[in-house]
């Protein structure tokens, strides 16, 4: 998941850069500052709560447990930790008498390692019997669950992955947003020769190639191809449709669907965001704290108005639901079940997660919360017509919201496939070579 964190540590920057800009949609982002650690959790009278540090969330945290603090005999405390070390100090933890009583984690396989070492408290019982607790949308819970069971609440906004397009671009060459995937290699010959590069690629982060084959291969197969990956069952990564996304991938790669030098250009300098904000490029399909780095980095381009947005493309006589959506459901708070005061942390969690004060803050600070029925409070707030695309895409329990591949699978998986991807893009192996990498992976 290494990429992963060079993509929280470059939003932490978008996010110190338009702190003022309220209502701008953003991502989760990280710190810069390590922590200290307390004292082992059975020695201690209060509730430890780890997270990253961040200019965003960290204060709608703390607001949070000055909340708590006010009415409980246990009171909780902050830790937040840089992004890169903080998997590994949590890691080491989680199998110490030194656990945090709460924990930040982004679902996924990255919980999933610890809740099958026992070490997180399943919170499906609470949950049922409170319903004041019953308002996040379904599918992003589904990413704080394991083997149907809740161990994490979403903590802050969602982040699903959206094909923006250039509207000016557009406009000079009479052509409309990609409804289809035809429409979309269509765009690509027409950009191609008014020799404007179609897709803006960061190709030196397998990240952002990943976006790709996330959305063929739901729209090709439904989203429980990649569950069957997820859940290790023998022969899932050989499936016709894994096969038929990966062809696609590549076939748009040669097909010169991001130009020629997509390999050299990086996402976290922010030189694909520059090439499309420029005209350079048409479209960039990208995570949904794209629209932060451009008001941040490309102010212009989104006061014109030339930054557009719309779905994926559907794939016709694809067994996906054209809806389905990927990217990243949340970030999670989980209770670690060493903790001395299991029963108090998870009052922490639900209490302040659910609370109308804690849902505000994070919409003033321009997230889209995981929450149901805040389409009065989005369309309130600045830069609305976003924020309420972005909570149409998620909103429906019946649209799958697919885990970004690299969080869901296990780190070495993750890291393995981020590898391949990069060779495919490159043409360096083919589909089945891909294939037979990935089944090999551990």
């Known amino acids: ?11 932490a920057k978008v996010v110190v850069c338009v702190t003022a800009l309220a209502g701008v949609i953003a991502s989760s982002g990280c710190g810069a500052v390590l922590g200290t650690a307390g004292p082992a959790a059975g020695s ?13 969330n960290q204060p709608i945290i703390e607001d949070g447990i000055a909340r708590y603090n006010r009415s409980s005999i ?5 830790l937040t930790f ?44 609470r949950l049922r019997r409170d319903a004041d607790a019953n308002i996040f949308l379904p599918n992003v819970m589904a990413v704080g669950q394991v083997d149907g069971r809740q161990y994490g609440l979403p903590m802050n906004g969602i982040q ?13 060459a009479g052509v409309e947003p990609p409804k289809t995937y035809d429409d979309l290699l269509s765009l690509v010959d027409t950009f191609k020769q008014r020799k404007v590069t179609p897709i803006a690629l960061p190709g030196t982060q397998g990240w952002t190639e990943l976006m790709y084959l996330e959305y063929l291969l739901d729209r090709v197969g439904g989203p429980q191809k990649f569950a069957d990956i997820a859940a290790g069952r023998p022969g899932a990564w050989r499936d016709p449709a894994v096969l038929q ?16 030098n997509f390999a050299s250009i990086n996402y976290d300098n922010t030189g694909a965001s520059r090439l499309f904000a420029t005209g350079k490029a048409a479209m960039f399909l990208m995570g949904s704290w794209e629209y932060t780095s451009q008001a941040s980095n490309n102010p212009e381009f989104v006061n014109s108005g030339n930054l557009g947005w719309v779905p994926f493309p559907q794939v016709e006589g694809g067994a996906g639901n054209p809806k389905n959506v990927v990217g990243n459901p949340s970030n999670y708070f989980s209770v670690t079940s060493a903790s001395a005061h299991r029963d108090e942390a998870v009052d922490f969690v639900v209490e302040m997660t659910t609370s109308k004060e804690y849902i505000t803050a994070l919409i003033e600070t321009g997230q889209v919360p995981a929450v149901k029925g805040v389409e009065k409070e989005l369309a309130a707030s600045r830069n609305a017509e976003f924020a309420l695309f972005t909570y149409d895409m998620v909103k429906d329990p019946k649209v799958a919201f ?13 890291a393995e496939l981020l590898t391949n991807l990069q060779k ?19």
């Open 44 to 56: 201690r009278n209060r509730i430890q709560v780890w997270a990253l540090q961040d200019p965003q």
């Open 402 to 414: 697919t885990q970004s591949w690299d969080q869901a699978l296990s780190p070495s998986v993750g």
């Open 245 to 260: 996304a990966l062809t696609m991938c590549q076939e748009l790669a040669e097909r010169g669907a991001f130009g020629k």
């Open 424 to 442: 495919l893009f490159l043409s360096d192996i083919t589909p089945e070579e891909f294939v037979s990498a990935m089944e090999k992976a551990k």
């Open 160 to 172: 699903p992955v959206v094909l923006f397009y250039n509207k000016k671009v557009f406009a000079d």
């Open 1 to 11: 998941m290494g990429d992963y964190v060079m993509r929280t540590v470059r939003l």
């Open 82 to 125: 840089v992004n890169d070390a903080y998997k590994q100090k949590l890691q080491v933890s989680m199998g110490s008498p030194n656990p945090p009583d709460v924990f930040f984690n982004w679902g996924g396989g990255n919980l999933a390692q610890f809740v099958e070492a026992g070490n997180v408290v399943d919170l499906t019982t």
């Open 74 to 78: 246990i009171s909780a405390e902050l």
